[in-house]
């Protein structure tokens, strides 16, 4: 991990062996991470029967959950350690597919905020629909 300003950055590796294992909703959920460096972060989870709402869609609660994730993780990679203080979630699509893809990215960072952008995408055998979107802002702690 490379220091910024005295900051522990997050890594791939410190996602899977620390902070996911560490997050009892994050791990509960099957969360797996794939990318998460420069500002980039990449999350699956699997869509369960139990992460479903009386329709048979994720539950918004889920997909809002991925996204945040997604543009937290993303701005820890630049920052280090983070919590959102805000966030819009914009809920395009119905959540139906094998697995919730979320990709986030850092917009702008500083030594106080950091603006962050993800999108929330379901797939199925290979085929991605984009499903949600989000604006947050993160602060590092």
């Known amino acids: 991990m490379e220091p910024n300003n005295g900051r522990r950055l997050a890594t791939l590796e410190m996602m899977r062996e620390e902070i996911i294992p560490n997050s009892p909703f994050t791990a509960f959920l099957g969360t797996e991470i794939s990318t998460c460096a420069d500002g980039e972060a990449e999350l699956v989870v699997p869509i369960r029967k139990d992460l479903t709402q009386h329709h048979g869609f994720a539950h918004g609660a889920v997909v809002g959950c991925v996204a945040d994730n997604a543009c937290a993780w993303a701005a820890a990679s630049v920052v280090g350690d983070v919590v959102t203080t805000e966030y819009k979630l914009h809920l395009l699509a119905p ?47």
């Open 95 to 141: 959540a139906v597919g094998e697995k919730l893809i979320g990709r986030g990215r850092v917009i702008k960072s500083s030594s106080r905020l950091v603006i962050a952008a993800a999108d929330v995408f379901t797939a199925t055998g290979g085929k991605e629909k984009q499903v949600a979107t989000m604006l947050a802002t993160i602060m590092p702690i």
